[in-house]
């Protein structure tokens, strides 16, 4: 037999929430998984940031080799055969052998490139469908000072005695293009960062509005478009950092 107490109690327990209470439980949820979100990205994108130092640092050891192996000179950026078939630095069978630690003979040059996908800019892997693009526009050498013209068997490539200073001189940089020229140092898409690849050297912003960039002596940094501009108001193309 019920009580006056309990049926007093009884009638003051509600079954379940308000239309309140259930809404700011959703925008509790909504709040905390936007958070996790930011972390998650920016997590993702700082880890992007150190492999693609890494690999544009492995890049750069391997030119180094080739260059100890050919009297100083470096990698070509590109040279084409007497039928006017280009080969660029990322096909360059010597160039991978030091890159991939692989014999010569076992490269096929043939192919595209055999450079695995963990050595490209993560960024790029994700944004990009064929294996061609993603190598393409990963990282450009920079061409400034080099011949590109279509002469056959040209050697256009940098050479290790006539680097000034190369702690302050760009050797490669995150790019659209498989080189990095400097009028086209600023025609990045801000606004499209996974636009497709381009064919006038354009650089790459993509690793938090920053450039990743490579020097000759190995050691690897990162440029923002203020730092270039800071380079144009002293010498611009003539800079050590754009001119070998």
Known sequence: M???????????????????ELMVVVLIIVVLALVALYGVRRIRDGADKSVSARNLAQIQVANMTYATEHNGRFTPIRVNDDKGNPTRWFQDVKFLANLLGMPVDDLDPKKI????????????????????????????????????????????????NKLA???RTMAFATATDFRVTYNNRFKWNFDNPNDSKTAGGEIAYRHSDKVLVVYFDGHCGEMGKADFEKIDTSGGKNNAFWKP
């Open 2 to 20: 019920k009580t006056h107490f309990s049926k007093a109690l009884s009638k003051r327990v509600r079954p379940g929430f308000t239309l309140t």
């Open 165 to 167: 200073d190369p702690a």
């Open 113 to 160: 490139a055999p450079i695995p996908l963990q050595m490209l800019d993560p960024k790029v892997v994700r944004a990009r469908k064929t294996q061609y693009d993603r190598i393409f526009c990963s990282y450009g050498m920079n061409d400034t000072g080099l011949a590109l013209g279509g002469e056959p068997n040209l050697d256009s490539g940098h050479n290790l």
